[in-house]
């Protein structure tokens, strides 16, 4: 019986109002954020975090004072540890968390994962679309820690399943309700989806990042699996969470909403992007941007919840990670069985590079 050892990258979140500022001086200390020398990068970490804690302590403040996504991230490795047990039972499975901003960080799970003794490693994000600061940022980190202890046996990187079968059916059967609550709640308004996906500075999509084509193969994917239910329906992919003077990818999300809800239109808004609930969601999303919605007249708001453990998705990760262990090196959860680039050769800083 072979032991493999499933590794669950993810962003991480502060657990106290006390670690926020350290939670924000990380983030923004990693050099896929802040491109620039490590002196450079060091000094705007501190300043940017200095500065936002403040107003990032409120945002948790909301949420009882701390981030629910390790919660959140610990329910989905439960139940895919159960997935896995039952798919391929002729495998050892383990399943650890590796948080890219806060604890657990990679270097406990590295030792985790070294005190079980795998034959194979599978390293599973938690982000479905393929970005140099999210997938690719845990990898370099992941790749650190395990040096660190001395991991050396063969690990396989899963980079993107942006279209996958079961994160794509979960994500329409709850866009589905979500469409049918807020015809139920305003049905003779128009209405419009909102595909809402975590932005990113313009100048990392223009260095080839494959991130918004990836988000847009994922709406595609998912508007075709809507079929019907989205018959009389305006789609629209936006992007939230910006932060500084530079210029983002967009249309920002904030935006879509005062002119859909200013225009009369039914506002139902999915987090695309997002497969746990955290702060963009739960106080972005379900605080302020309805607000914003309600001031600008909409005549109903629904916004979407995550994925979370959804049977499909779990059930389409423990696939992924089935079929990334048949493979080496760098693979795409899109035909898995040809492990073919799915980026166009332009993105040419997709994680299916060399």
């Known amino acids: 019986m072979s032991r493999i050892a499933v590794v669950l990258f993810n962003l991480g979140g502060p657990d106290s109002l006390q670690a926020v500022k350290p939670f924000l001086k990380n983030l923004f200390s990693d050099p896929a954020i802040i491109a620039a020398p490590a002196p450079v990068r060091w000094f705007l970490a501190r300043f940017i975090s200095t500065r936002r804690a403040p107003i990032a302590r409120k945002i948790y ?4 004072g ?7 991230t610990e329910a989905q490795a439960d139940a895919l540890r159960t997935a896995l047990a039952k798919s391929a039972p002729d495998h050892q499975w383990h399943v650890s968390i590796a ?3 806060w604890h657990p960080f990679s270097a406990a799970a590295a030792a985790e994962v070294a005190q079980f003794g795998p034959d194979r490693i599978v390293l599973l994000p938690l982000y479905p679309q ?5 997938t690719g940022s845990s990898a370099k980190d992941w790749a650190h820690a395990a040096e660190a202890v001395g991991l050396s046996v063969p690990t396989s990187l899963l980079c993107c399943y942006p279209d996958d079968p079961g994160f794509v ?3 329409a059967r709850l866009t589905a309700k979500g469409i049918a609550d807020a015809r139920a709640d305003a049905p003779d308004a128009p209405l419009k989806v909102l595909f809402s996906a975590h932005g990113l500075p313009k100048r990392v999509i223009d260095s080839g990042d494959p991130y918004q084509w990836q988000v847009e193969r994922t709406v595609a994917a998912v508007r075709e699996r809507l079929g019907a239910a989205l018959e009389g329906a305006e789609t629209v992919i936006c992007y939230q969470s910006r932060v500084g003077p530079l210029e983002w990818i967009g249309p920002a999300t904030d935006s879509a909403i005062t002119d859909a809800a ?3 239109t039914a506002l139902v808004v999915v987090p695309i992007a997002f497969v746990s609930e955290h702060s963009e969601t739960l106080v972005e999303l379900d605080i302020e941007y309805r607000h914003l919605a309600e001031r600008a007249g909409a005549p109903a708001y629904v916004r ?9 998705f779990i059930e389409g990760l423990a ?4 079929a990334t262990l048949a493979r080496e090196g760098v693979v795409s959860g899109t035909n898995m069985d040809l492990n073919s680039r799915i980026c166009p050769d332009s993105l040419g800083r997709c994680g299916q590079c060399p």
């Open 61 to 64: 403040e909301h949420m009882g």
């Open 66 to 72: 701390r981030s629910p996504i390790l919660q959140q």
């Open 99 to 101: 948080m890219r901003y």
């Open 130 to 134: 393929f970005s140099t600061t999210t």
């Open 169 to 171: 059916a979960a994500v």
């Open 262 to 264: 200013e225009a009369g």
């Open 304 to 312: 979407v919840p995550a994925v979370g453990t959804d049977s499909d």
């Open 319 to 322: 696939k992924l990670a089935g």
